[in-house]
């Protein structure tokens, strides 16, 4: 019998199919297959995880970044209405400074006014005065050309007018 199994196995390629078999169950043993593909699911599965944190970190710095764009546009024009507030601020002061210094210019000049107008008032003074005298001193000189007594009498007053000083 047991050469009749043999005389079979050896006719139908059985006995090449077995041995093909135990080089591939020595292969796999050997090269471990098994292990290598568990290896590589695992590594895979890592892989993945990794992948999904990294996904949840983007996708939380994605919503930090729109909160953040989100209020830019009320920053923006919190930054904008203080910029005008202070320009409106600086310019209210300019304003209240230019004002102040017309005023000052217009007292200045009302006092320059004041000061040239007397210096003028003065001199017209002295000039009046000095034309009056004048006036005066020729029209002493012809009286006292025209009326010799009244020089005459002149003269003797002055005269007793020194001597009463020197008395005295």
């Known amino acids: 019998m047991f050469e009749t199994v ?15 078999a135990g080089v591939f169950a020595l292969i796999f043993w050997k090269v471990d297959l098994v292990g290598g593909l568990e290896k590589g699911r695992q590594n895979i599965a890592e892989k ?8 949840e970190e ?47 210019i217009k007292n200045t000049t009302l006092k320059l006014t004041e000061n040239k107008t007397a210096l003028l008032k003065n001199d017209i ?15 002493i000189i012809n009286e006292l050309n025209n009326n010799s007594a009244l020089h005459d ?13 020197k008395i005295g």
Do not use: C, P, W
Not at 125 to 139: F, P, V, Y
């Open 6 to 20: 043999l005389d079979y196995i050896a006719r139908t390629n059985l006995f090449n199919f077995i041995i093909f």
């Open 125 to 139: 003074m002295r000039r009046a005065s000095l034309a009056a005298i004048d006036t005066a001193k020729n029209h």
């Open 48 to 55: 993945i995880k990794a992948s999904e944190t990294k996904k």
């Open 58 to 104: 983007a996708e939380t710095g994605y919503k930090t970044l729109e909160d953040k764009v989100s209020n830019l546009e009320n920053e923006i024009e919190d930054i904008i209405k203080k910029s005008e507030d202070n320009a409106n601020i600086v310019g209210q002061k300019v304003i209240s400074e230019a004002e102040k210094s017309a005023e000052n």
């Open 153 to 165: 009498k002149l003269i003797n007053e002055s005269i007793e007018a020194i001597n009463e000083n």
